[in-house]
């Protein structure tokens, strides 16, 4: 498949240029969100969450009412922060999914547009 022979249109010659920049972008941004999934962030419990960021245990209060505004707010920045990562882990799916569509898209159309009869 010649796609940019002397025989073909200079239409076609653009369109075909046109498809395959958009397949390169597609398989880069394919590429970069399937590395992402592979390597996706772990969801913590609550517990390895207190430890890590609300280092709870390691403080010391002298009151018990600033011990329970303190597990307050940690729960609370644990959930944003879990419902943080489910939606990074599910945008990179989704990009990845469309991408990998979007480029079996533009590849198809070019092997169409450039089928000889």
């Known amino acids: 498949?010649?796609?940019?022979?002397?025989?073909?249109?200079?239409?076609?010659?653009i369109v075909n240029l046109i498809l395959i920049v958009g397949a390169i972008i597609s398989i880069i941004?394919?590429?970069?969100?399937?590395?992402?999934?592979?390597?996706?962030?772990e969801i913590l419990t609550y517990d390895e969450y207190a430890k890590e960021v609300c280092?709870?245990?390691?403080?010391?209060y002298e009151g018990k009412?600033?011990?329970?505004?303190?597990?307050?707010?940690?729960k609370?920045?644990?959930?944003?922060?879990?419902q943080d990562t489910k939606d990074f882990n599910n945008r990179?799916?989704?990009?990845?999914?469309?991408?990998?569509a979007t480029t079996i898209v533009l590849i198809g159309v070019m092997i169409i547009l450039n089928k000889k009869l």
């Open 1 to 13: 498949m010649k796609l940019f022979s002397k025989e073909k249109d200079l239409f076609l010659k």
């Open 29 to 41: 941004v394919m590429i970069s969100t399937g590395v992402n999934l592979i390597n996706k962030p």
């Open 55 to 60: 280092t709870i245990d390691k403080l010391e």
């Open 65 to 74: 009412e600033i011990e329970k505004e303190v597990e307050e707010s940690c």
């Open 76 to 82: 609370n920045f644990y959930i944003i922060d879990k």
């Open 92 to 100: 990179n799916r989704n990009n990845f999914l469309i991408s990998l």
